[in-house]
């Protein structure tokens, strides 16, 4: 049997507006939790904006995002995944009335991508609280956002609605377990976050994300509207029973997020899990019924896998394990020590699709690398990214092999399709893209943009539809 893609398959990229676009305080912007983040999820933010904060420029997007369009468009891409900057819309986040200047730089964006028959992905909210919440309000430990968030939402929902089809709630909802302040504005730091709090703030954000599914559905009922999970695979360490059933509760931290947004309610193994830790969920009158609108689909990013063991003395945790658990010994890992596991994706694909039935989307998958910028034969510049190539065909064969076994799935839009900071270093030198942008870590560089080797294998990907990976 050959593998193949379906037609229709959505093929492009993903990014996320703090990442790259820059104009931080332009145009009405408000401060976001992600301009007080210099380094990234390593040290505590910082009272106000500091110069060494590489996302208060990113690579300029907000000015130069026809040219990256139109480089996008070169490459085929049927769909473009972006998020819209909260504190663009509302700079405080907790405002009546939403800033035009913001609302229109959106509108621009979107018309830019349907000049080139791009689809638009948004993200509602992606690692950027306007920091205002994060301060006056503890940001999702407050019930008070869930009327803020929909507030948000049916804004861009009402403005948006002939222009996007596509939308995402919360960016990697479960990351607000290892990073809250990044991932759910909450400014409590996490040493002195207790589980009460952090699950009641997880709830507020069930809810929140619940109701953008029913007014979005009510606002436009073609709208496709999905939750976002990092997904990681979790491997016994062993075939010892024990380090079977650690995998199974540990699995079970992150199926939590995604149980919840597809089927509507809590999972008995999280209601044991509150039972053993004392926390008690407050519901407020209507929250189970809100639950029930669940989402169109299911997208997820995958980068790594891990392993789990119930021993003690094999508990060591991997460098780039950012979410837990023990390296896998038969797997080797990226720069970054992220371990390299393209089969993970086909098992991760058909463990969601046996679990929820739902169309599901990969919105994030790569390889952050260190590139370095030569002359080619033609004297210009690009990247010789044959690494690169060789992870994204890996995984792409193994979306195929998932395809092939049944699994309904929309499209695929790799990470960082043109080099942004990183969320987790803040750094540049860790590059996604297919365009390298000449920017660096000092502050240093022209900003130009350079096609790298894997920019024209993954056009030859889209015009084939993925035929050349089989080649």
Excluded at 337 to 343: F, S
Excluded at 460 to 471: D, M, P
């Amino acid at each position: 049997m050959s593998l193949q893609f379906p037609e229709g398959f959505l093929w492009g990229g993903a990014v996320a507006a703090n990442q790259l676009e820059g104009a931080y305080q332009e145009d009405g912007k408000g401060w976001s939790t992600q301009d007080v983040m210099p380094h990234g999820v390593k040290t505590p933010p910082t009272e106000v904006p500091t110069e060494d904060n590489m996302k208060l420029i990113g690579i300029d997007f907000y000015h130069r995002y026809k040219e990256d369009i139109k480089l996008f468009a070169e490459m085929g891409f049927k769909v473009f995944r972006t998020s819209i900057a909260w504190s663009r819309i509302f700079p405080k986040g907790d405002e009546l009335e939403p800033n035009e200047q913001g609302l229109q730089f959106y509108d621009d964006l979107f018309d830019e991508c349907h000049k080139y028959g791009i689809e638009p992905l948004v993200t509602i909210s992606h690692y950027e609280t306007p920091l205002h919440l994060a301060r006056a309000y503890d940001g999702w430990v407050n019930r008070k956002l869930v009327d803020f968030y929909a507030r948000y939402a049916r804004t861009i929902f009402t403005r948006y609605k002939d222009k996007v089809k596509y939308w995402l709630t919360f960016n990697e909802i479960n990351s607000i377990l290892e990073f809250p302040f990044m991932s759910g504005g909450i400014n409590t730091p996490k040493e002195k976050l207790g589980k009460q709090e952090l699950y009641q703030a997880i709830h507020h954000e069930f809810v929140a994300s619940a109701l953008a599914v029913k007014i979005g559905h009510e606002i436009n009922p073609d709208f496709q509207i999905g939750c976002m999970v990092l997904s990681m695979p979790i491997y016994p360490l062993t075939p010892h029973p024990d380090d079977v059933i650690k995998t199974m509760e540990s699995d079970h931290k992150n199926t939590f997020f995604a149980d919840v947004h597809a089927r509507g309610y809590y999972p008995g193994y999280m209601k044991r899990f509150f039972k053993e830790n004392g926390i008690h969920i407050h519901f407020e009158p209507g929250d189970e019924a809100i639950l029930k609108h669940t989402v169109d689909f299911i997208s997820f990013s995958y980068y790594m896998s891990i392993c789990e063991t119930a021993d003690p003395d094999k508990q060591i945790r991997g460098e780039g394990n950012l979410l837990g658990g023990v390296p896998n010994p038969y797997l080797e890992a990226s720069d970054w020590g992220w371990q390299i596991d393209p089969k993970g994706l086909r098992y991760i694909m058909n463990a969601f699709n046996d679990r929820y039935q739902k169309p599901l989307f990969v919105v994030e998958n790569g390889l952050g690398a260190v590139d370095r910028l030569v002359t080619d034969e033609n004297g210009g510049k690009t990247v010789e990214d044959g690494y690169r190539i060789q992870y994204l065909r890996d995984h792409l064969v193994q979306v195929a092999e998932a395809i092939a076994d049944g699994v309904e799935v929309l499209g695929y839009t790799s990470w960082g399709c043109i080099d942004l900071v990183s969320a987790s270093s803040a750094e540049l030198k860790k590059r996604y893209g297919f365009i390298y942008v000449d920017r660096h870590d000092d502050g240093s560089g022209t900003l130009e943009r350079y096609r790298k080797k894997s920019f024209h294998w993954y056009k030859e990907v889209i015009a084939t539809n993925g035929h050349s990976l089989f080649k």
